[in-house]
Every structure is written in structure tokens, then in C-alpha cells.
């Protein structure tokens, strides 16, 4: 399980005195203000569950993962993560360990072709040789990677760039998975592959967290969803709790119900 408790994350911004639209003196005249990307988040995401995480561009759903990836520090609150006995994960590698984290700018080693990736990849989490290629295996089952994970990966379409992408975060095994936009711009088959995925991972008791500007897809996917705008949760519950709230026919409705408000 991971929990969010509390998290804040804050930033500094260059903004003009009130009244001044002298853009061509900017920086002579901008001033500096505080900023909360995230403000005051509170949730959890069990096992078994995937929870979505929805909301406009700039509205705080990357700062809010790479806290919850242990990848950025929050400026207050915590981030709590237990094991399956239901003890609290304290080391911050171990915590690292049962992460897989997809951010949108995932960079991967173009010279080199997934399979290889891949055993890097094994070497570095301390994999047994066998293991690891059993673990592969069974990686281009799931995500369908079996017809181009051996070609170069800098020969990839986009849609197999990506799945190679979540091929990385799947090699050690983790029991929680953080995706940001993992199907953002993919056509309809490479999207398709990526989603079976996480509901065979949903099976599996793994607990998995996403962002996604597609309301259909969180509607169809997600056991549980919230909503952020300008860093703070604006609503949650299941898709069907939402659209009831909200009284819509569908997530999308339900979405801008929410922003109106």
C-alpha cells in the first residue's frame, strides 16, 4: 500500500507587480512568490486497487507522482509505504526497489535494443542470469514486445518506445506502479496493450497509480479516481460514486461538473 499523507510541495515564480504588463522589463521588475504545486493531498491506494489521478495541465499530477516515486522531496507531509505483512517501509532504496516509476520523459539507451536494456537493467537489481531472462519473457508476453524487443530501440515506433519504457520499470518485479501518461499519443493497439497490462497487474495484487487526460479510459479502468486542480483534490471515489455526486452520465460530464463547481 502507499499513502499520501498530507503533501505539500512548494515552489518559487517570477511574477509582475499588480498593474504591470511592461513585459520587455520582466526581469527587472518581476517579483518572487511562493507557490504550491501540491497542497494539502491526502489519500491511500491499496492493493489490488488502480487509482487514477486526473486533472488539467499545470494542475500538480507530475509533482504529486515524483513524490509519491520518492523521486522529489515534498516541502511537508509523507509519504508512507508498508509491504504486504503490513509493516512500514523505513529504507529509502527498498522503497525504491518496489516502485516501478513511468514518468512522461522516460529516457532509454537507443543503441541498445530492449532485451539488452533489460539484462543491464537485471545486473544492476542484482538478477540471476536464468531469472532475468525468464523475468523478459515474460515482460514481451505481457506487453506484446515479442516482434520488436530485440531490434534497437532507437528503431521503435512510438507506441513500442513506450512499452519498452514500462519494460524497464517491470524487470525487478515491483509491488507498486506509478504511471504518468503512459498511453498519452498511442494508437489504439499499442494503448490497448499498455492497459491490459495494468488490469493483469490489478489480478496480480499489485497496486498501481496513473495519471491520463482520457476520461474514458479512467472511467473503463479505475477502481478509484481523484480529481486535482491548482494542487489540491477537488473530488474522489470510484467512478460511479463521482458521476453520481456530480449527477452525469459519464466520467467526462462528471470532470467538468467538477470544474465548474
Do not use: W
Not at 487514477?52 to 522531496?73: C, D, H, S, V, Y
Not at 509491488?175 to 493483469?200: H, N, R, V, W
Amino acid at each position: 500500500m502507499i499513502q499520501a499523507k498530507e503533501l505539500r510541495k512548494a515552489f518559487v515564480r517570477s511574477v509582475l507587480p499588480e498593474g504591470e504588463d511592461d513585459r520587455r522589463n520582466r526581469k527587472k521588475k518581476s517579483l518572487r512568490e511562493e507557490f504550491f504545486a501540491v497542497d494539502q493531498v491526502t489519500f491511500e491506494v491499496k492493493e489490488g486497487e488502480i487509482m487514477g489521478i486526473l486533472g488539467p495541465n499545470g494542475a500538480g499530477k507530475t509533482t504529486l507522482l515524483r513524490m509519491l516515486g520518492n523521486l522529489m522531496e515534498p516541502t511537508a507531509g509523507e509519504v508512507i509505504i508498508t509491504d504486504k505483512t503490513g509493516e512500514e517501509v523505513v529504507d529509502a532504496v527498498e522503497k525504491k526497489r518496489m516502485i516501478g516509476y513511468l514518468s512522461e520523459n522516460t529516457k532509454l539507451y537507443h543503441r541498445l535494443s530492449t532485451r539488452e536494456m533489460l539484462h543491464m537493467l537485471g545486473d544492476i537489481y542484482g538478477l540471476e542470469k536464468d531469472k532475468c531472462e525468464q523475468r523478459i519473457e515474460n515482460i514481451f508476453t505481457a506487453l506484446d514486445m515479442k516482434g520488436f524487443g530485440d531490434n534497437r530501440i532507437e528503431r521503435l515506433s512510438t507506441g513500442q518506445t513506450q512499452r519498452a519504457s514500462i519494460a524497464r520499470c517491470l524487470i525487478h518485479s515491483p509491488s507498486i506502479y506509478i504511471f504518468d501518461e503512459p498511453t498519452l499519443g498511442l494508437d489504439i493497439l499499442s494503448a490497448d496493450a499498455i492497459i491490459d497490462f495494468m488490469k493483469q497487474q490489478k489480478k496480480e495484487r499489485k497496486t498501481v497509480l496513473y495519471s491520463t487526460h482520457y476520461m474514458e479510459e479512467a472511467q473503463f479502468l479505475c477502481d478509484r479516481i481523484i480529481m486535482i486542480f491548482e494542487g489540491k483534490i477537488i473530488a474522489q471515489g470510484s467512478p460511479g460514486e463521482i458521476m453520481e455526486k456530480t449527477s452525469t452520465a459519464n466520467l467526462r460530464e462528471a470532470f467538468h461538473a467538477v470544474m465548474r463547481a
